[in-house]
Every structure is written in C-alpha cells, then in structure tokens.
C-alpha cells in the first residue's frame, strides 16, 4: 500500500515532526511505501489564483473553479499541483499531520485542500460523498493542540473536537469520498511529560499496525 | 465609526466584489469610514513562518506561537502584520468577504487569521470569549456559496452552514472576543439571475443599515 503524509511544521525537532515520523517507520516495518509531502520544506504555495494555471485563462473574468475544470481536463495544471495530484492518486491512504491553529488546519494545509482537491478530480457534479472521486481512499487526519483535552469535549469550553473538525472530515475529505477515520488528537503536546509523549506516540503506532496491517 | 473589510476575491466582476462594494458604499453614506485590505490584491503572503518576524529567532527549535508572543511584545512582527493588526485595532467592526471554498475560508484568509490574530493581542491567558482581546469590536462573515440552499440546512446533505462555520465563528472569532453577527451568505451567486442577485444586495445594504446606523 502507498501512503501519504501531508505533513505541515516547520521544525524537525516538534511533536509532529516526532509523529510523523513513528508513521513512516511503522509504516515502512508493515511494508508499505510512504511519501511525505513536507509543505513547508517543500514551499508549498497555498493561494489559489492564476499561477494554479498553464493555459491561457479566460479573458474577461478570472473564475477559479471554472479554470481548476478546464486545467483538470487539458491537463494544465502548474507542476506543483500535478505533482501532489499525482501523489494522491497513488496513494490509497492519506494522512494529514499538522498542529492546530485557529481551531482548523493551518493555512498552508487549507491552500493544499483548496488547489489540489480540485473539481472533477476529487468531487464534481455526481461525484460526492460515497461517489466522490476519492472514494477509494482512506484519510486521517492527526493533530496536535496547544490546549488541554478537557476544553475540546462537547461540554468543554471550545465545543468537541469532531465539531470543530466537521468541516474537514465531513465537509472536506467526506465530500471527496475518502473514508475518514477518527482522527487522532495529542492535546497539550508542550506541556506533557517526555512520557505522555512516548505514550502518544505508542498509541499512535498502534492505532496505525491495526489499521493498516502488513498486506492491506 | 471605522470599518475593516478583509476582502479574498480575484476578480473585480465577481458577486464578492459586489457585496464589498455595497458594503463600502452603504457605510460612507452612514459617515462611516471603510478600510479593505485587498488580500489578493495586496498579495497578502498567508504562511505563517519565519519571516513574520524581525527580531532574531530563538536558535534551537522555531516555535512559531512563541516568536508571535514575542514579537508583539517586542513590536518585531513584520511590516504586513503590523499593518493588519493597526487596521484591526482602529476598527469597530470587521467584515470577512470571501467565497466558500472547501467548506471554509481560502487559505488567504485563514493565513489572515493565523498571522494577524495572534496570541496575546488577540487571544491569551485570561483573554478568550467575553474576555478576548477584541471584545469591544463586532464581526461579521459575508460569504457566498456555489451551491443552493437547501444543502446548508440541517437535514441537508452537508448538514447545516452553522454546522459548517463553527469553526471560524465561534472557534476563532468568538474566541478572541469579536461579538459574531449571524453570517450573510448569497447562496448559489453563479446560477441565479440578475434579480436575485440584486436582491441578495439589496438586502445586504438593508441589513448594514439595521445593524450600524449613522452615528453607530
């Protein structure tokens, strides 16, 4: 099986980049081939606009969606969105490992949804939900807080975590026909022992070997 | 009364351009004072990182919360978000004008709020919901949707526009003080006719004029 990992931190010593990479190793033990799209690293460009485009765009009024069809169509997508396009496509598992900011994924992950979960290639007209284009694949989302547990319960003063989180599981990755499991949450990763940490991490893997076991 | 429209829309032709511009002329005829920060226009860079700062970075591992905290008490954030944070803070009310893209803002909004709102100017310790940073001002998203109504209701198939927002109205909004209006959202703007259209306008001028009468 492939995977990929949409990964957004800027620093290799942080507990995502520590989650991370218990995925690639747990992944690579169970024997599946893992592809990392390190959006920092990489640079990855989050506004959607007219450099989304190789073609020529229509003259009068530049419309986003409509030039995402024709670039999904006539194969004219720049190289950054081919590239991760492709990535998907390979991939029968995605995983989104970012840190919550502003109770949603930071913006560079926001721009990955918003150019390259395009019209017709991840959902379209008949393709939504169970016919989304991504029906096939399964999506995790994995994050970590800055805030304890307790203030992302239904009681909580935030409101649950799964309704802060509809709009991606439900609204985003749902809508493209990705199967989404739970996602998986480290609440408060800078101010947990060294140990709560390891344990995250232990949990984490174990949660991915029993989901994703060699052969799958 | 100043007013700050953060406005994320490509094209001057568009139904967002529109509703930015009743808006702007609604407020100067109340003697109202408008400010858009044009966010495509401005080339307003949405990733947060390293270059939001002036001051010299904490050496072993970049966090980004921590460099905003200190940037703010330092005054050492760059130039664009000093310049953001200065039209938030001479304005009582800040409308965010956008199209929905992926169920959400587009990443050059969610980059506003992860770069402008930040920690300790907006939100803190001791400082969220009634007690937020920006709890004497008022904030009201204007969005609009390609698709109708009647899938952003409750029983619909994306469940309710609410539902959908919390994130961004309650999470993010209420969160660092804003008093949060009920969103004005023109569904459906491609496929509807020129009345309709007019109509939306009219009533967003309409509800403007209720909300923020002269002398407001």
């Known amino acids: 099986m492939n995977v990929l990992i949409v990964y957004a ?3 290799e010593s942080s507990f995502n980049a520590a ?5 690639i190793d747990t992944f690579k033990k169970l024997g599946h ?17 007219e450099r989304d485009f190789t073609h020529q765009l229509k003259k009068d009024s530049f419309h986003y969606r409509k030039e995402q069809q024709h670039a999904y169509k006539n194969n004219t997508f720049a190289a950054d969105i081919i590239r991760e396009q492709q990535r998907v496509i390979k991939s029968g598992v995605i995983i989104f490992q970012c840190p919550m900011w ?20 991840a959902y379209g007209k008949d393709m ?3 016919t989304g284009g991504l029906n096939q694949k399964t999506a995790l989302l994995v994050m970590t807080t800055g805030g304890p547990e307790r203030i992302y319960k239904k009681n909580g003063k935030h409101g ?3 309704r802060i989180l509809y709009p991606i599981t439900r609204g985003m990755l749902a809508y493209c026909g990705f199967k989404v499991l ?22 984490y893997a174990k949660k991915l070997k029993r989901l994703f076991p060699a052969g799958f």
Chains 1, 2 share one sequence.
């Open 102 to 121: 502003c109770f949603s994924v930071p913006a560079i992950v926001k721009g990955w949804f918003d150019r390259v979960l395009t019209k017709d290639f």
């Open 33 to 49: 081939t893992v592809t990392v799209s390190d959006l920092y690293a990489e640079e990855f460009q989050p506004v959607g606009d």
């Open 19 to 23: 989650l991370k990479d218990v995925a």
């Open 160 to 162: 649950s975590m799964n």
């Open 9 to 11: 931190h800027h620093e």
């Open 128 to 130: 939504e939900y169970k």
């Open 182 to 203: 739970d996602p998986f949450i480290a609440y408060e990763v800078e101010n947990i022992s060294a140990q709560e940490r390891q344990q995250y991490l232990t949990r």
